[in-house]
């Protein structure tokens, strides 16, 4: 078995020096905390599985110990990390143009059903453009291997008490956005998007800067925002946030044969373990903040005006990401087809009009 040295050890890299690991040590971090489900519920796995089934070993970091949010790809080229758990794509700006493809409008999906059909997407043959597939264009360039994760629950708009009844209710209404897709999407609703890190949102819900966000109910724990949120719609998703688990291609390659697919294989199944965990998480938190209190309103039960207003809202995000991102030289109406495509094998929907402007 091919063993390796690795760059660092935990003791070099806090100190600065470097040194040598023993043979089969590899450094995983994450830049978000432990409670949160990527971490908890996939790192830990992971590097638990891993350990059991192959003679790698990981030495873990968590909460930003060696990597902050947005760096991943950072701490990974420049060799502080071997493993990043997750690595937070959405917020390397312009540097995975089209992984937020996972962020666009669905109705009546499901974290297993977004992991699933992202799973897909990576393994797609597909050409996008100048012949390469989803996988050699987004990941493959920047010397990394990647596997998805549990994709998070559906993100769903929440306040911090104001029912939202009327297209006009959402007018200039200031709402939190983690993405650029988010932004979208609350533009085209009419509210005023704020964008900022999950972290930074409890003391901006508790001062009254914002009056709500976008977020997965879920997630909610990581952050103690069912404290705050007393409001949500949900039955439409504004989107999975979808990230990746990553190595440095000199990493992957110098592990055997047999490492590589136990890799592969704990990898995929750990990202459908963690996604079925999120999907009970977001029932768990939902009962339990309706038991404290909030209200939860299924889209169809709102006004026919509201239900409208939300659907052509998500159709026109998807529209104009598509454009935005072609206009960038990317191959974004190649991918929105590609997911939509992905998204309804796996019993998803697609806001009305999507289909019939992809066909065009």
Do not use: C
């Not at 997750?86 to 540097?95: F, I, M, S, V």
């Not at 993405?179 to 509210?191: D, K, N, P, Y």
């Not at 440095?248 to 990202?271: F, G, I, P």
């Not at 373990?273 to 939860?296: K, L, P, T």
Request: a negative charge; glycine letters at 8%; charged letters at 20%.
């Amino acid at each position: 078995m091919l063993k390796r040295l690795a760059t660092t050890t935990a003791a070099a890299v806090i100190l600065g020096l470097a040194g040598p690991a023993q043979a089969t040590d590899l450094t995983i971090a994450a830049s978000l905390p432990e409670v949160h489900f990527w971490v908890g519920n996939y790192l830990n796995p992971f590097a638990d599985a891993m350990e059991k089934e192959s003679d790698i070993e990981f030495q873990r970091f968590y909460a930003g110990a060696l990597t902050s949010v947005g760096r991943e790809l950072d701490a990974l080229q420049g060799g502080t990390i071997d493993v990043a758990a997750p690595l937070l794509a959405p917020y390397h700006e312009g540097r995975f143009a089209l992984s937020d493809v996972t962020q666009l409008p669905t109705y009546d999906t499901t974290s297993v059903m977004a992991t699933r059909a992202f799973q897909n997407l990576l393994d797609s043959d597909a050409k996008l453009k100048d012949g390469k597939t989803f996988y050699e264009y987004e990941i493959a360039d920047k010397n990394i291997h990647a596997w998805p994760l549990g994709a998070t629950g559906a993100y769903a708009i929440s306040t911090t008490g104001k029912a939202l009844k009327s297209p006009a209710d959402l007018q200039g209404m200031p709402l939190r956005a983690g993405s650029a897709l988010h932004t979208i999407v609350l533009t085209e609703l009419g509210a005023t998007p704020v964008t900022m890190p999950s972290a930074q949102a409890y003391e901006a819900l508790s001062r009254g800067t914002i009056d709500g966000m976008v977020s997965s109910i879920g997630d909610w724990k990581s952050y103690s925002f069912q404290e705050l949120l007393k409001y949500t719609i949900t039955g439409v998703s504004l989107g999975h946030w979808e990230s990746y688990l990553a190595t440095t291609d000199d990493v992957w390659n110098s592990l055997s044969e047999d490492e590589r697919a136990t890799w592969d294989k704990v990898a995929r199944q750990t990202a459908l373990d963690n996604a079925a965990g999120i999907d009970r998480q977001d029932e768990e938190v939902r009962a339990a903040a309706e038991a404290d209190g909030s209200e939860f309103v299924a889209i169809g039960d709102l006004s026919e005006a509201m239900q409208n207003h939300i659907a052509k809202a998500a159709a026109d995000t998807w529209i104009k990401w598509i454009e935005q991102t072609d206009a960038k030289g990317h191959p974004g109406k190649a991918t929105a087809q590609l997911w939509m495509d992905l998204i309804t094998e796996q019993g998803g929907k697609v806001p009305v009009g999507v289909a019939e402007y992809l066909a065009n």
